[in-house]
């Protein structure tokens, strides 16, 4: 890990060097304008990412993520709109060369999905999407309804890290685990649907349900489930920290757990980030997985909540 900043820290060293040289040479006449420009965008991405990652200091940044979706209330537009946030992480991830597998799936009774979650494994997949969580709005014509009406549908996103590191001890005891088994849906072949392997864990102190259809026999999926929730007991740890910590920063904008976050108004042809205030006007591409921008936004304004806003 350290290895990685000094080799980042190196190569931006080196393009800052170049650049200063290529600047003594344009004094002198003997290399032209385009060719300095070329240099200083170089160095200046360089550095602007270097920024970026230097946000990613946390321990739990650099592993895989747990993502889950659920709709909100509205029946089938709400499902709709929790399933085009699946696919749209879906294809940011595997964009972003991250590894995506399915956990759990419940469709919706129309269309879409009631929630599902999914696992996304690459390094630092937990940094990047650890600023998704909230409530995520949808503004649109409805293609669901026949008078063509302006509909407002909202679905929550809830990203943790997976814990699977030796080091971490998280104790869970057998009588404070409740688990059920069913039938699986969704996703998965035939096979799914012929047995009651899909598990259910309850976390009875804390109210936490886990759910896994991901794999062939029940006891593989409640060992799944079991990894689960020891994550999300260690991420709820760690929000309990934070609240602390922000509760002693006074000055600092405070962000409710489960809030909007940001809106996607179709129709009229824009998303905005409602934390960090980044805004672009082409969702389609948004829908398609192009979250970098979104992504480093929050982590930049995180950094430094009085950061200037961005609007592209």
């Known amino acids: 890990m350290h290895k990685n900043w000094v080799d980042e820290y190196n190569r931006l060293a080196r393009e800052v060097d170049d650049l200063e040289v290529l600047w003594e040479f344009y004094k002198e006449g003997l290399t032209p304008e385009e060719e300095l420009e070329a240099q200083y965008k170089k160095a200046a991405d360089l550095l602007a990412d270097a920024e970026f990652r230097s946000t990613l200091n946390q321990k739990?940044?650099?592993?895989n993520a747990v993502l889950t979706i659920n709709a909100g209330a509205g029946g089938t537009e709400?499902?709709?709109?929790?399933?085009?946030?699946?696919?749209?992480?879906r294809m940011w991830a595997e964009k972003s060369g991250f590894k995506v597998?399915?956990?759990?799936?419940?469709?919706?009774?129309?269309?879409?999905?009631?929630?599902?979650?999914i696992e996304i494994r690459g390094p630092y997949a937990y940094g990047w999407l650890k600023g998704e969580n909230g409530v995520h709005r949808l503004v649109r014509v409805s293609p669901f309804n026949a008078q063509g009406k302006r509909q407002t549908s909202f679905a929550s996103v809830f990203v943790y890290p997976l814990v699977e590191d030796d080091n971490i001890e998280i104790v869970i005891r057998p009588d404070d685990i409740?688990?059920?088994?069913?039938?699986?849906s969704g996703a998965g072949g035939q096979h799914v649907n012929r047995t009651e392997s899909a598990v259910r864990l309850r976390h009875l102190p804390s109210g936490i349900v886990v759910e896994c259809q991901a794999e062939r026999s029940q006891h593989q999926n409640r060992e799944r489930a079991l990894q689960m929730l020891k994550s999300r007991l260690y991420e709820l740890e760690l929000r309990k920290r934070q609240e602390e910590k922000?509760?002693?920063?006074?000055?600092?904008?405070?962000i409710e757990w489960g809030s909007q976050i940001r809106s996607y108004v179709l129709d009229?042809?824009?998303?905005?980030?409602?934390?960090?205030?980044?805004?672009v006007h082409n969702p389609d591409a948004v829908l398609d997985g192009d979250?970098?921008?979104?992504?480093?936004?929050?982590?930049?304004?995180?950094?430094?909540?009085?950061?200037?806003?961005?609007?592209e």
């Open 60 to 63: 739990e940044d650099p592993m």
């Open 78 to 89: 709400a499902c709709d709109w929790a399933a085009m946030l699946l696919r749209m992480y």
């Open 101 to 117: 597998e399915d956990i759990f799936e419940q469709p919706g009774e129309t269309a879409g999905i009631k929630s599902a979650s």
């Open 291 to 311: 979250l970098d921008g979104f992504l480093k936004a929050y982590l930049m304004w995180k950094s430094n909540p009085t950061a200037v806003e961005a609007d």
């Open 246 to 254: 922000e509760k002693i920063e006074a000055g600092k904008a405070k």
């Open 268 to 279: 009229d042809r824009w998303v905005k980030d409602l934390r960090s205030g980044y805004k």
């Open 178 to 184: 409740e688990m059920d088994v069913f039938r699986a």
